[in-house]
Each structure stands twice: as C-alpha cells, then as structure tokens.
C-alpha cells in the first residue's frame, strides 16, 4: 500500500470510532486497531513495531473502554443524559485513540537523538552514504540546492571511485547548481580525494561542504570499511545515510550495517513520490536511531522537502 493510501485507510479506521452508536466496546476497539495494524503492514512498516504499538495505543485507552457484555444495568433509567455522557465519553475515546496511534508513529519516525544542525560561518563536512541507486548523488545535488539558494557558501566532494561516471555526474549536478566541486578522474584512492578536497574547501572557507560517496550495491565489508576509513579522514559533522523508500523492508538491514560502520546521525529517505510503500523505510530510521531530515520527492533538484515527524503524521492521518 502506497503512503498516500495508507493515510486515506487510518483514517477510515479512526472515523470508525467517531460513528458508533454512542459506546465504545473492547470489540470495536480491537477491530478498529486491527484495521491499522494490517494498513501499517501492508505498507511495509515493521511488523514488531506494529504490535508494540498496539499493545501501546490499547495499554493507554483500556480504562474508558466499555467491556462488550457490560449491559445497561446502572442505566435503567436510560434518559437522555446518560445518553449524553456515553456520547461524550465515546468521543472522548476515539480521540485518545487517536492521539494515542499519532504519538506512537511520531515515536517511530523521531528518534532521541537530534539532528545536527549546521552552523553559519563555519565549515560543516558533512558526509552522504549509501547503496547505489539510492540516490545519493542526486540528493547530494538537492542538498547543495537547499543550502546554496538559502546563500550558504556551499561545496561538493566527489569521492566515489567506484562507480564509472559518478564524477561527471556529479559535475553535472555541479556545474547547473553553480556550486564549486572537486574530484579526480586519475585518483583510485577514494580517502586521498575526499581528505584533499575537505581540505581546499576548509581553507577556502567554505560553510557547507558536501561528501558523496561509493555506494555498490550491497553493504558488503569492504564497502563499509571504506566508508570507516574516508570518515576517518574528514571527521564529518555529520553522515547522512540516504535510503530508497521503493525497497521496502531491505533498507532495514541496510541501516543496520550503516549505523554499526559510522556514525549515522541523519537519514534522508528518497522516491518517496510515485508508488513507494515507504513504511520499510520509515521504520528503518528506528534501526539507525538518527532522525530524518529531508524526504526526496523527485528527480528535481528542488525536490527535497524538509521532514518533521509530527506534521508528517497528522498531514498522514488528516
Ligand atoms: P546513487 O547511486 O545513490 O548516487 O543514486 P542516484 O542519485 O544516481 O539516483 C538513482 C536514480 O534515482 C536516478 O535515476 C535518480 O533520478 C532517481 N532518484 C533519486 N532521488 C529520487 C527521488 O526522490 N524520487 C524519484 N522519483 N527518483 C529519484
């Protein structure tokens, strides 16, 4: 299920709430909670955070719960005020749901740990990691985008050795954003570049200083040393770890692997637009225990839209 479908399905489920008859019982609350248990996995959103979450939402609404057989015996006098009351109450009980279904999913895509948060007037290295086709070069473009337009003095390092044409594609990114760039076409040594090019840039002064990486296409070893060893050689304020919303419950494992090499300290989840399930993704950042900062949404440069989990999850859930 893709994310817009999921949003339109919680709350369908919600509303279900809204609409019964005045009482909430144990009967509807579990069917209701049933239906966004199976949205959230069909959309991909892991499996162990999903019943966690349950049992959360149910722990925090038990108490205003009705039992099913609890007939009407104190209401006897069944008059309009007791009416009332069960209306009231029933309401009350679909907004704790409510919210209680909002704090969790804000809890899975908002971990302890902040952002880093770059500052002006100082050289921020920071450095992209990835697999290949996640989209790093192209988010490294919207990256440089971002801070160039926002009158940033902003730089590109390209130490992807690896993969033939990265450098030019890279250059290409480059050269119509209008922002400074260093590579080598004769380098192999993916450390050696990235430590002379984080270094001109130091010394040029530049504010944001932006190293891609290789990415390959699995997280093997040798790819994780590498990205041990070109941290190593330019202490990055920060490692953006791009993931690709389109691969479902892989990333997860992804980040894991990223996370024990270096120190993940933001995601940027891309191709969130089109046919994404995206809920792998987004509960990969669980994994990395680093907050998101931006969503691709596109090829476009411009395509980089800054994230907050909580108005992602009530623009989710209306
Ligand atoms: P890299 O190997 O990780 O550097 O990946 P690239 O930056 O070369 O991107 C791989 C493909 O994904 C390219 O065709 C990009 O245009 C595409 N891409 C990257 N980000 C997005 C995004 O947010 N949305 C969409 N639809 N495509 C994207």
Known sequence: MVLAELGGKLRDSLRKLHTSSGRVTQTQLNAVLSDITRALIESDVNVKFVMTMRDNVKKNVEQLIEKDDDDDDDDDDDDDANEQRRQRRASNVSKLVQKAVVEELVRLLQPQRKAYVPRRGKPNVVLFVGLQGAGKTTTIAKYANYYQRRGWKTAMVCADTFRAGAFDQLKQNATKLRVPFYGSYTEADPVAIAEEGVDQFVQEHYEMIIVDTSGRHRQEAGLLEEMQEIA???????????????????????????????????????????????????????????????????????????????????????
């Open 232 to 318: 190593a050689a330019v202490r990055p304020d920060n490692t953006v770890l791009v993931m690709d919303a389109t691969q479902g419950q892989a990333v997860n494992d992804q980040a894991m692997a990223f996370s024990n090499a270096v120190d993940v300290g933001s995601v940027i989840i891309t191709k969130l637009d089109g046919h994404a399930k995206g809920g792998g993704a987004l509960s990969a950042v669980a994994a990395t225990e680093s907050p998101i900062i931006f969503l691709g949404s596109g090829e476009h440069f411009d395509d980089l839209d800054p994230f907050n989990a909580e108005s992602f999850v009530s623009k989710l859930l209306g």
